[in-house]
């Protein structure tokens, strides 16, 4: 085969893989960091663990993929390779799971700082001076300029827009804005039910009884919508719930099956766990 044959499969590849972004978006990249500093703290620990600790099993593919998404973050730093790689949360990520006010300047300046670590993020926000344009405006650009796939143009919009959401970054990319100290109290009670999470999922680890109600506050679509159980039936006699206002949200059901994912190792047993 000849080499510009070669180069020419060696492009089309290319074409096919999108450039590096955090798989998950930075509100449930902070839940997984609280998960971890309320297991190890500041310490070190091998990766293994800490993929443990979010309900993954060792060298998990989708365990990996967060790891990463937490580094690109700024919010996990590491060292060593294979079996011996360690991780941390770096002070940043403290800054962030330590404010339970979570209406300080530090804590908004560094959502911010997470925010933007991303490569991508950084270099969109500055492109589009803090005004993210229209998802076909991005779409078709990142993947002319940018050579995104398919799906990876998909899956990158939802991330970044939810990301800068979470970081209430405002448009004039003012770190400490009016907006963001006046709408405080309301970033609060969006967020009640993940802190709730992280206070379930404590509890459970504890050996406590699990406790899957949220409090957060309904939106202005959701005034009207009253909070109904849904059954999921699994055998004759036996199921599970779900309490909430339906429909439900793309993102809230993205956060209940990552949610689901950190409560496995507890709710799952295993053969190997069976025999022991």
């Given at each position: 085969m000849s080499t510009k044959a070669n180069n020419n499969i060696k492009t089309k590849k290319d074409r096919n893989r999108s450039p590096s972004y955090p798989a998950i978006d930075l509100e449930l990249a902070t839940i997984l960091a609280k998960v971890l500093y309320d297991e190890i703290g500041q310490s070190s620990s091998n990766v293994e663990v800490v993929l443990g600790i979010w309900g993954h099993k060792p060298q998990s593919g989708s365990g990996l993929v967060k790891l990463a998404a937490l580094k690109k973050f700024g919010l996990i730093e590491d060292e060593g390779s294979k079996?011996?790689?360690?991780?941390?949360?770096?002070?940043?990520?403290?800054t962030i799971v330590l404010d339970e006010e979570k209406k300080s300047v530090d804590y908004y300046k560094a959502l911010e700082e997470a925010a933007m670590n991303p490569v991508i993020h950084q270099e969109l926000w500055n492109r589009?001076?803090?005004?993210?344009?229209?998802?076909?405006?991005?779409?078709?650009?990142?993947?002319?300029?940018?050579?995104?796939?398919?799906?990876?143009?998909?899956?990158?919009?939802?991330?970044?827009?939810?990301?800068?959401?979470?970081?209430?970054?405002?448009?004039?990319?003012?770190?400490?804005?009016?907006e963001k100290k006046s709408g405080a109290d309301k970033r609060r009670q969006s967020t009640e039910w993940a802190d709730n999470a992280f206070d379930s999922f404590r509890s459970f680890l504890q050996g406590s009884q699990m406790n899957m109600d949220t409090q957060k506050k309904p939106d202005e679509t959701q005034k009207d919508q009253e909070i109904t159980n849904f059954s999921i039936p699994l055998t004759n006699d036996m199921g599970f719930i779900i309490r909430h206002r339906f429909p439900m949200s793309t993102e809230e059901w993205e956060y209940m099956m990552s949610l689901l994912e950190l409560y496995k190792k507890r709710l799952v047993q295993t053969q190997k766990d069976k025999k022991n």
């Open positions: 079996d011996q790689r360690r991780a941390k949360l770096t002070q940043l990520a403290l589009y001076s803090g005004s993210i344009p229209s998802d076909n405006t991005l779409r078709l650009m990142l993947a002319k300029e940018y050579q995104f796939s398919e799906r990876g143009v998909k899956e990158f919009i939802e991330q970044f827009r939810r990301t800068i959401e979470f970081a209430m970054m405002n448009k004039s990319g003012n770190i400490i804005s009016e």
